[in-house]
T-cell receptor, first 117, second 116 residues
């Protein structure tokens, strides 16, 4: 069975600090996809990134970066120079199989990130 | 481009009453999902549609929940009768459904249900 664990329930940092959100997953499939979504106070989840199990290359997008390590079953998300607008709940998600995630996602419980000015 | 539209945004009902939620997905998205999000939890998949066909309803409590997607566009999720434990946010999402774009879901703002 697939499972996603986000051990950090809430993180609070001061603006401009770097922050890393942890995600650990469990799956027996060799083919799977990992995702991060952002849920601002409005409630609408926003897609951030998708990674397949065969691509362990780290990715950087502006102030966001993702570190995928199959050896530790982790897919961590780092925000550099955090801003107040980054305050939201962040979800890590997993989808098994080769469907790319189209079959539906299994979400973690989320990490509430608070950026203080 | 219009996003996923859901209504109502908020609904308060007495237990044992019926309730329905409506979703209009992004134009051209053939895959539609209904998720339920309990307070402090991540979304959980209830049902997935490919066009008008429900291809995965294994997590839908069929004794009281039903859903339909007529003509493969709009969808309605119904609960009858509602129970206290049904209080949650019901999220609708849509996607192109292709492997290359799979998992890139576009979510609506959700319908928050409170059952008293």
């Amino acid at each position: 069975a697939q499972k996603v664990t986000q051990a950090q329930t809430e993180i609070s940092v001061v603006e401009k600090e770097d922050v890393t959100l942890d995600c650990v997953y469990e799956t027996r499939d060799t083919t799977y996809y990992l995702f991060w979504y952002k849920q601002p106070p409005s409630g609408e989840l926003v897609f951030l990134i998708r990674r397949n199990s065969f691509d362990e290359q780290n990715e950087i997008s502006g102030r966001y970066s993702w570190n995928f390590q199959k050896s530790t079953s982790s897919f961590n998300f780092t925000i550099t120079a955090s801003q107040v607008v980054d305050s939201a709940v962040y979800f890590c998600a997993l989808s098994e199989g080769s469907g790319g995630g189209a079959d539906g996602l299994t979400f973690g419980k989320g990490t509430h990130l608070i950026i203080q000015p | 481009e219009a996003g996923v539209v859901q209504s109502p945004r908020y609904k308060i009902i007495e237990k044992k009453q019926p309730v329905a939620f409506w979703c209009n997905p992004i134009s051209g998205h053939n895959t539609l999902y209904w998720y339920r999000q309990n307070l402090g939890q991540g979304p959980e998949l209830l049902i997935r549609y490919e066009n008008e066909e429900a291809v995965d309803d294994s997590q839908l409590p069929k004794d009281r929940f039903s859903a339909e997607r007529l003509k493969g566009v709009d969808s309605t999720l119904k609960i009858q009768p509602a129970e206290l434990g049904d209080s949650a946010v019901y999220l609708c999402a849509s996607s192109l459904g292709t492997p290359s774009r799979g998992g890139e879901l576009f979510f609506g703002e959700g319908s928050r249900l409170t059952v008293l």
